[in-house]
């Protein structure tokens, strides 16, 4: 089994910057992509930022181009989401996904709040 945990969430005043981190645990091989979606109050959870196994960020959301940067982290099976120039329609719940040879995982999430 794979268990993907996030941490980083909070809450920060619009300008300023967060860093999420997800690091993967248990069974972990075959990794093929990694990505951040995220889920605001009453809309869907979208996809902001995918990277590839090879540590390529390959798609941003249009929403977070230029301001969040998806990358891996120094400990193996560790990524990070860079957030900077939050503004308040960043506020949601952020979800790390995994895709690997065992299958598609979800991590339970980590709430970012940006104040105004």
């Known amino acids: 089994q794979v268990q993907l945990m996030e941490s980083g969430g909070g809450l920060v005043q619009a300008g300023g910057s967060l860093r999420l981190s997800c690091a993967a645990s248990g069974r972990v091989f075959g990794l093929d992509t990694m990505a951040w979606y995220r889920q605001a109050p009453g809309k869907q959870r979208e996809k902001i930022a995918e990277?590839?196994?090879?540590?390529?960020?390959?798609y941003y959301a249009d929403s977070v181009k230029g301001r969040f940067t998806f990358s891996r982290g120094g400990v193996p099976n560790t990524v990070h989401l860079q957030m900077n120039n939050v503004i308040p329609e960043d506020t949601a719940v952020y979800y790390c996904?995994?895709?690997?040879?065992?299958?598609?995982?979800w991590g339970k999430g980590t709430l970012v709040t940006v104040s105004s």
């Open positions: 990277l590839t196994s090879s540590g390529a960020p390959v």
């Open positions: 996904y995994a895709v690997m040879s065992g299958g598609r995982y």
